[in-house]
């Protein structure tokens, strides 16, 4: 892009940019009070990864609910299976994949399978996941690196494989699954909350970069989900001193927030929702040596843990 620097023009430009500025503003304020309608994903093709378990088949489940036709991708094929029996046994509409998200000529390869079998990908879940708890000098270059490729890699090759298509279209959505511990530090999770710190990264670039295509990209959302603790077995030793104030929810119940979001569009939620505004407008203003103050009241957490 070449600006023409003049006075007169840089000028016009910065009350050109005040004037979108305010008018974004105001119009997050307005969708805050009153969101986004629910779309529709009657006949969507719905590819989500890590259905085996956890949020990854309750998602799936609910996606099928609505119509959808889910696309269930897992490392693990009996579990995949129980998922995919689930949504069929209920008369959802589903297709199931074993794929290791991390070996990026498998995720190529499972792109052009979906494309034959089902169609376009409409809706992309990246939500497959792990959580090496531990001391971060404890953490093992093996996991670590497993961890990055699952967490961070994997995202990166399954939007690479499905995001194509869904500029060619201009229509897609792409949903991640970060973390609060990719909105904050928190002990025993160094390397995780670097990979789920990325993750957000990772999408908020992608939707900048799209911003600035030639073509209209304006059908491509994005929707970062950061949960705190969720009963899936992932998080096994967490650490609540105040549990009415943040208590550990159920993967169904995180499953039905992430669906309602993806639905309305959202760009980034918390889980639960108010921690987001907590984190915004309380922890990151704060420096960091008040905010650790803070975290030392709440003591809440992950202890360290043996798989
Ligand atoms: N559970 C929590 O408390 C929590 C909190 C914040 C964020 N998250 C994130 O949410 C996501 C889902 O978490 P969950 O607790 O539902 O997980 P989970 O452990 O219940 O399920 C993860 C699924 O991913 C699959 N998987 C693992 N490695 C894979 C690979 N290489 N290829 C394909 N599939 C693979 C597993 O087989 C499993 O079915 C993860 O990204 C996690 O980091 C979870």
């Known amino acids: 892009m070449t600006h023409d620097n003049s006075p007169l023009h840089v000028i016009r430009d910065l009350l050109w940019t005040i004037l979108l500025v305010n008018y974004e503003i105001l119009r997050s304020i307005f969708k805050w009070f009153i969101p986004n309608k629910r779309k529709d994903v009657r006949g969507e093709v719905v590819l989500i990864t890590g259905t085996g378990h956890g949020m990854g088949r309750e998602m799936a489940l609910r996606f099928a609910r609505l119509g959808a036709k889910v696309v269930c991708v897992d490392i693990n094929p009996q579990s995949n299976e129980e998922t995919y029996n689930m949504i069929t046994s209920e008369l959802g509409y589903a297709f199931k994949y074993v ?53 961070v890699n994997a995202n990166i090759w399954l939007i690479q494989a499905f995001l194509p298509a869904m500029v060619e279209r201009n229509h897609g959505h792409i949903v991640a699954m970060s973390s609060m511990a990719g909105l904050m530090g928190l002990r025993n999770l160094v390397p995780y909350c670097g990979s789920k710190y990325a993750v957000r990264g990772i999408m908020e670039s992608l939707a900048i970069e799209l911003r600035s295509e030639p073509r209209d990209t304006s059908g491509i959302k994005f929707t970062t989900i950061c949960p705190y603790i969720v009963n899936t077995g992932l998080c096994k030793k967490p650490r609540i001193r105040f549990q009415s104030l943040m208590k550990v929810i159920e993967a169904g119940d995180a499953a039905d927030i992430i669906v309602d979001a993806v639905l309305r569009d959202l760009l ?32 809440t957490g992950v202890e360290a843990h043996d798989d």
Do not use: H, W
């Not at 792109?111 to 971060?136: H, Q, S, T, W």
């Open 99 to 151: 794929c290791d998200v991390t070996d990026r000529a498998a995720v190529m390869a499972l792109a052009e399978k979906v494309r034959k079998d089902v169609g376009d990908v409409d809706i992309l879940v990246n939500n497959a996941g792990i959580m090496p708890c531990k001391p971060f000098l404890q953490q093992t270059e093996k996991e670590i690196r497993l961890m990055m490729d699952i967490n």
């Open 268 to 299: 980034e939620i918390t889980i639960p929702t108010r921690l987001y505004y907590s984190n915004r407008f309380g922890y990151r203003l704060l420096p960091l040596t008040a905010a650790a103050i803070f975290l030392d009241f709440f003591d």
